[in-house]
């Protein structure tokens, strides 16, 4: 079984500053991992994803995220926050199995960006 | 066309009312899921349909809720005897084998 935690369901950074967002994930089997992001009024996403390889993924709009499995995290970054990037943003885990299986979301992080 | 597609966008309608909802995936996607949105909540599983195989029906809130998958095509999720609490915006996704989801743009059900 796979499940995931988004540690903080509502985040608020200034422009330009640094941006944190935070999943830890429980996995029986070696992960696959992926961020979602859901902008006001439209449909899901993909900004990233871990398969296999290399550990620190980038993603569209200037994202990154790390897999750590010592620490069981996939957390997600961006070095500078844009006013656009104001979003709800999920993590998500699925078993890497060989066959597909079910993708399990966490509940969420709201971003917020002032100025 | 190239996205998922799903419908209708909206539907309302009253409690005891069954309602269908149609996903068109990605063509070529062999996997599809379903999965359910409620207002400021996270996205719950549903089902999930692969191939000719057994669909994994662990998500169903209960056995008012149904789906079905015709091969590598169309499906369908069908709600009876609707209730207020299923109020939610059902979102549909297909995948390769292994990889990520496209998800649709889903359906916002509203029972009244």
């Known amino acids: 079984a796979q499940s995931v935690t988004q540690l903080g369901s509502h985040v608020s950074v200034s422009e330009g500053a640094l941006v944190l967002l935070r999943c830890n994930y429980s996995?029986?089997?070696?992960?696959?991992l992926f961020w979602y992001v859901q902008y006001p009024n439209q449909g899901l996403q993909l900004l990233l994803k871990?398969?296999?390889?290399?550990?620190l993924v980038k993603g569209i709009n200037g994202f990154e995220a790390e897999f750590k499995k010592s620490e069981t995290s996939f957390h997600l970054t961006k070095p500078s926050a844009h006013m656009s990037d104001a979003a709800e943003y999920f993590c998500?885990?699925?078993?890497?199995?060989?066959?597909?299986?079910?993708?399990?979301f966490g509940t969420g992080t709201r971003l917020q960006v002032t100025l | 066309g190239a996205g998922v597609s799903q419908s209708p966008s909206n539907k309302v309608t009253e409690k005891g009312k069954d309602v269908e909802l149609r996903c068109d995936p990605i063509?070529?996607?062999?996997?599809l899921y379903w999965y359910r949105q409620r207002l400021g909540q996270g996205l719950e599983f549903l089902i999930y349909?692969?191939?000719?195989?057994?669909?994994?029906k662990s998500g169903l809130p209960s056995d008012r809720f149904s789906a079905e998958r015709t091969g590598e095509s169309v499906s369908t999720l069908t709600i009876q005897r609707t209730q207020q609490e299923d109020s939610a915006v059902y979102l549909c996704?297909?995948?390769?084998?292994?990889?990520?989801?496209?998800f649709g743009e889903g359906s916002r059900l509203t029972v009244l």
């Open positions: 996704a297909s995948t390769l084998v292994i990889g990520e989801l496209f």
């Open positions: 996995s029986s089997v070696p992960p696959y």
């Open positions: 871990y398969t296999t390889g290399a550990t």
């Open positions: 998500a885990v699925r078993g890497n199995t060989g066959t597909a299986s079910k993708l399990t």
């Open positions: 063509s070529g996607h062999t996997a």
């Open positions: 349909f692969q191939g000719n195989s057994a669909p994994d």
